[in-house]
């Protein structure tokens, strides 16, 4: 719930609204570029396109995501969100290619620029509302840990960055009366969305790999592991799965313990890390120890 009560919003409903400033952006793009024949604005035109289908995947795949785990899926659905990530990768690919073939005839043959100061108008006005869309993607994205928001909060910055470049190639264009710095930006442009691209697939392939938890969540594993006193553990195993997290911990206890005494301090342990990770799979296991001392179990709130 919100401060005022009001319930938050979940991950697709920001995919909607990812959707939604997509479609205006290409529209104001679009005009930019067609009234001013500059490439840098088609460039920053195509890569609004690559926006909208990054986004409209990210709905899809955040809706498979909520899916509830079945027979075939018993850990859920969640690491679809890892192919929104690796989809807008390779768009942004495939958006950087196109722009070099479009920008290479232009940096051979240039061509003038017109209405200029109108064109850039609407391009500002298209990288205002990319900056606060991305803005509040990467809020949602923290809060709800949903890696194809991320993905997408990470395109919008970069297209962000693209037309801030293009605008400046742009302007120099008339300032300087070389015809060639726009498609050279153009081309600049591309080399640097190439590299959000191989981080967004490299993020995809590392989730779908299981990579382990970050090094704060694992630590306050090992903190809640620690405030059970003399209770002994070992081979903590950690991993994420887009907004889903798993634990796999074996705690050792006395070997003459009973059955009921040790469920009661895996179970406490479980309701533990659950409590400060909300939402993470916490699965145990006792292991006798012979060397262990017998100590006493620790009572519900987590102590000796």
């Known amino acids: 719930m919100g401060a005022a009560g009001k319930p938050r919003l979940a991950a697709h409903h920001y995919a909607w609204i990812s959707i939604a400033a997509s479609l205006l952006t290409i529209g104001l ?5 067609w009234i001013t024949g500059s490439v840098g604005l088609l460039s920053d035109a195509m890569e609004s396109l690559v926006n909208l289908a990054g986004a409209c995947f ?5 809706l498979i995501a909520r899916t509830p785990a079945d027979e075939r899926h018993p850990w859920g659905h969640s690491k679809a969100e890892y192919f929104s990530s690796g989809f807008e990768g390779t768009l942004i ?5 196109a722009i070099a073939a479009t920008a290479i005839p232009r940096l051979i043959h240039p061509l003038p620029l017109e209405d200029v100061g109108e064109g850039i108008a609407f391009s500002l006005a298209s990288t205002a509302i990319n900056f606060v869309t991305a803005r509040t993607l990467a809020h949602a994205s923290r809060r709800l840990g949903a890696i194809a928001l991320d993905a997408d909060a990470r395109h919008l910055m970069t297209d962000v960055w693209t037309t801030v470049g293009v605008i400046i190639g742009v302007l120099l264009v008339p300032l300087t009366g070389e015809l060639w710095l726009d498609p050279l ?8 969305i190439l590299k959000e691209g191989w981080l967004l697939m490299r993020d995809a392939v590392g989730g779908l790999m299981d ?4 090094e704060a969540e694992i630590e306050q594993v090992k903190a809640v592991l620690a405030s059970f006193g003399e209770t002994r553990w070992q081979n903590l195993l950690t991993r994420r799965a887009a907004q889903r997290r798993f634990v796999q911990v074996e705690l050792l206890v ?7 005494r040790a469920h009661q301090l895996a179970d ?3 309701a533990a890390i ?3 990770l909300p939402g993470a799979k916490v699965t145990t296991h006792i292991e006798p120890s012979p060397g262990l001392a017998a100590f006493s179990a620790p009572d519900a709130a987590g102590g000796k």
Request: no cysteine.
């Open 58 to 62: 990210a709905l899809w795949m955040l």
């Open 185 to 192: 930006i153009a081309l600049l442009v591309a080399a640097h």
């Open 268 to 270: 406490e342990v479980e």
């Open 93 to 97: 690919f495939v958006a950087a290619l």
């Open 29 to 33: 793009k679009t005009f930019a570029w």
């Open 274 to 276: 659950a409590l400060e």
């Open 254 to 260: 006395p070997p003459d313990w009973s059955v009921a």
């Open 211 to 214: 990579e382990a938890m970050s």
